[in-house]
């Protein structure tokens, strides 16, 4: 079951749980009940894959921003995914990864240790996962684009445009609403 925060749209933006570098996975996230992103290619800086991990079933999917399926997903997880599971842990930490997609390895190691990117991985390749289908892959890749998007806009403290429909945080006493 998810917090609150995460189930509400205004859940708070929690920091990395380690820096991570975005060549290799620029967006990765944790929602839909899976665990999804996009992961660039090895072989073609021109070429991204949109790859996913199902909640539970472990369910899996990966294919080009054009619906191309992934030529390494056959029968089980590609290295788009391996490398979307090790990003994932830097980004959110290997305990909420496991938690969220109730991949928590039986032989974590020490309490100390927890889970980890590959006890995690190894977990999920154990339950035999079926390949899903790429549903997915279009509204991934469209958040990441909007995302890319965020980064063209010079720095302002001044209010977004598509953000101007959030009510305002103060209105004046006694104003009634139409």
């Keep these: 079951m998810s917090s609150d925060a995460e189930r509400s749209s205004t859940a708070r933006v929690v920091p990395p749980a380690r820096p991570r570098k975005l ?6 996230e944790l929602a839909d009940g899976r665990l999804q992103g996009v992961v660039s290619s090895g072989s073609d800086i021109e070429r991204v894959y949109v790859s ?9 999917a990966c ?11 056959r029968g089980g997880f590609c290295n788009h995914i391996r490398a979307l599971v090790n990003e994932s ?8 990864v496991a938690r969220y997609l109730k991949a928590e ?18 977990t999920m390749t154990a339950a035999r996962p079926a390949p ?3 549903k997915a892959a279009a509204p991934v890749f469209s958040r990441f684009l909007h995302h890319l998007a965020y980064l063209e806009l010079a720095p302002t403290t001044l209010p ?10 103060r209105s004046p006493l006694g104003a009634v609403a139409a």
């Design 23 to 28: 060549a290799k996975v620029p967006f990765v």
């Design 52 to 60: 996913s991990v199902e909640t539970r079933s472990f369910a899996y």
């Design 63 to 73: 294919s080009t921003n054009n619906n191309r399926p992934c030529g390494g997903a």
């Design 89 to 96: 842990v830097l980004q959110y930490g290997a305990e909420r």
């Design 105 to 122: 390895p039986a032989e974590a190691g020490s309490a100390e240790d927890g889970p980890s990117a590959q006890s995690i991985t190894a």
């Design 132 to 134: 899903a289908d790429s």
């Design 160 to 169: 977004l445009p598509e953000m101007q429909w959030f009510p305002p945080t």
